[in-house]
């Protein structure tokens, strides 16, 4: 009996240890896997706060960006100094609006590189994804208000060109006025003189001897024939005195007397116009030297 016995016991000791070294072996690797679990979580966990914080991080870049209500107002508002024909303020707007630009195109790059990063990850993938529609709605707006500021600007700047031509217009036809108001007022204030001997003066046709009792008494007048006349213009409004170089002159043309003077002048006579207005009564003035 203990024959039979002995050698059971032994082979259930040997089946035990086996079982024992078999259970050893599975909670090792039970244990090296629940290690690999917990490594592959805090991974996943740190992917996840990583994520999280890069979309915190693009939401608060395009918060900054301000296209509001205000902050479109705003840049519309300095656009508009452009028809006040300021380059420099037309430039720096243009300036902001390429800047505001470049903000959302960089918000939109990171958003893509965040969703490559979710998919190859595996990080919570459906709530990730709800914050990243959120932001893509969010640069979409940004965009939409851009492309709004875009045409404005193009209207702007057709307004200003349009503008521009206007004044340019205006300014022409200022000018036009101005020189055709000169010309008039040089015309109603030019007077014409000539100066000659009398026989000069006959001889031209301007003056003639009327008149008199055998050549005795006789006076020169104007035979009111103005064409054969060498006259010289004088602006009456800017000049009002004629230089004679000649040592006696009379006037024979029909101004006032009171209208101007003669005078004796740094060795010469010199006609001084003393009322411009009665002076140019007669446009003609027809002075005779001896």
């Known amino acids: 009996m203990k024959k039979i016995i002995l050698p059971v016991l032994a082979a259930v000791a040997i089946i035990a240890v086996g079982v024992s070294f078999s259970y050893h072996q599975k909670l090792g690797s039970s244990r090296a896997e629940y290690a690999t679990l917990q490594a592959e979580e805090q991974a996943t966990n740190a992917r996840y706060a990583a994520a999280i914080e890069e979309v915190a991080s693009i939401q608060e870049s395009l918060q900054d960006i301000d296209l509001g209500e205000q902050g479109t107002q705003a840049l519309q508002s300095e656009l508009a100094q452009e028809q006040r024909l300021?380059?420099?303020?037309?430039e720096q707007t243009m300036a902001r609006?390429?800047?505001?630009?470049?903000?959302?195109?960089?918000?939109?790059?990171r958003i893509r590189e965040l969703e490559e990063k979710v998919k190859q990850g595996d990080v919570q993938v459906a709530g990730m994804e709800k914050l990243i529609r959120g932001l893509r709605r969010n640069v979409a707006e940004k965009e939409e208000q851009i492309a709004?500021?875009?045409?404005?600007?193009?209207?702007?700047?057709t307004q200003v060109v349009d503008l521009e031509t206007t004044v340019a217009a205006k300014d022409q036809t200022i000018q036009m006025q101005t020189a055709n108001l000169e010309d008039s007022r040089r015309e109603k204030d030019t007077v014409y003189y000539v100066v000659g001997t009398k026989d000069e003066l006959k001889d031209a046709g301007l003056i003639?001897?009327?008149?008199?009792?055998?050549?005795?008494?006789?006076t020169l007048r104007p035979t009111g024939n103005v064409e054969g006349g060498a006259f010289?213009?004088?602006?009456?409004?800017?000049?009002?005195?004629?230089?004679?170089d000649v040592d006696e002159a009379r006037v024979v043309?029909?101004?006032?007397?009171?209208?101007?003077?003669?005078?004796?002048?740094?060795?010469?006579?010199?006609l001084r116009i003393l009322d411009p207005a009665a002076f140019r009564a007669n446009k003609y003035v027809i002075i005779v030297s001896n």
Do not use: C, F
């Not at 300021?86 to 037309?90: D, F, I």
């Not at 800047?99 to 939109?108: F, Q, W």
């Open 208 to 218: 003639e001897s009327k008149g008199g009792l055998l050549g005795i008494g006789r």
């Open 148 to 157: 709004q500021l875009t045409i404005r600007v193009a209207e702007l700047q």
């Open 253 to 270: 043309s029909t101004q006032p007397a009171g209208s101007y003077e003669l005078s004796e002048y740094d060795g010469g006579m010199e």
């Open 86 to 90: 300021s380059e420099n303020r037309g």
């Open 97 to 109: 609006i390429a800047e505001i630009k470049a903000g959302v195109e960089k918000a939109d790059a």
């Open 232 to 244: 010289m213009p004088l602006d009456t409004e800017t000049n009002a005195t004629i230089a004679l």
